[in-house]
């Protein structure tokens, strides 16, 4: 059964960081891109960055781009969310996601496995 797990999150001042972990289970990893989004609540679920299969490319939404570094392996099967400089609207739970099918998705509904989400809190 293909599993992912994320950890990590937590509660964390403005200017902060935290580091999320994705481990990933049941399923080839190195076949399928990785996806992190969030969603806050009343809003709709959305992309944060993704990394190609090979980790030789990346994408992120504008908002976080140059303080969220995505990154994979080591151990081969987890993937990262490195979060510095952390804003209170970077609250939100956040979810990693696998997808064989579409390279560096960025719509929900081309991940075929999500995991069960982490919150980050940043407070102001």
């Known amino acids: 059964e293909a599993q992912l797990v994320e950890s990590g999150g937590g509660l964390v001042q403005t200017g902060g960081s935290l580091r999320l972990s994705c481990a990933a289970s049941?399923?080839?990893?190195?076949?399928?891109?990785i996806g992190w989004f969030r969603q806050a609540p009343g809003k709709e679920r959305e992309f944060v960055a993704g990394?190609?299969?090979?980790?030789?490319?990346?994408s992120y939404r504008d908002s976080v781009e140059g303080r969220f570094t995505i990154s994979r392996g080591n151990p081969k099967t987890t993937a990262y969310l490195q979060m510095n400089s952390l804003k209170p609207e970077d609250t939100a739970v956040y979810y990693c996601?696998?997808?064989?099918?579409?390279?560096?998705?960025?719509?929900?509904?081309?991940?075929?496995?999500w995991g069960q989400g982490t919150q980050v809190t940043v407070s102001s």
């Open positions: 996601a696998a997808t064989e099918d579409f390279a560096l998705a960025s719509h929900p509904a081309d991940y075929q496995y």
């Open positions: 049941g399923f080839t990893f190195d076949d399928y891109d």
């Open positions: 990394i190609s299969r090979s980790g030789g490319r990346t």
